[in-house]
């Protein structure tokens, strides 16, 4: 015995004498609700990532100014002992 897989589209052709051909029926495709709320989680997160960065900007600033304030030091010191050397 043989079987075969009969489709919707296959068992309404056979058994509707009426139509000639069967219409496809349109399906709707929309996209998964699941996918949107991906989305919007990783752009919240982007958003609040973008906020904790602004307000660490100042304190980001201030610590470069001291790093360089150092470095700027520390060049100068040491070409104030040079210039004294020779």
């Known amino acids: 015995m043989i079987v075969e897989p009969v ?23 929309q996209e998964p609700s699941e996918m949107l709320l991906y989305e919007e989680l990783s752009r919240a997160r982007i958003r609040e990532l973008e906020n904790e960065f602004e307000v660490q900007r100042p304190w980001r600033r201030a610590r470069a100014v001291r790093r360089w304030s150092r470095v700027a030091r520390w060049a100068a010191d040491r070409a104030e002992r040079y210039r004294d050397a020779s």
């Open 7 to 29: 489709t919707t589209r296959d068992y309404e052709a056979r058994t509707d004498t009426d139509r000639a051909h069967p219409q496809l029926k349109q399906i709707k495709i």
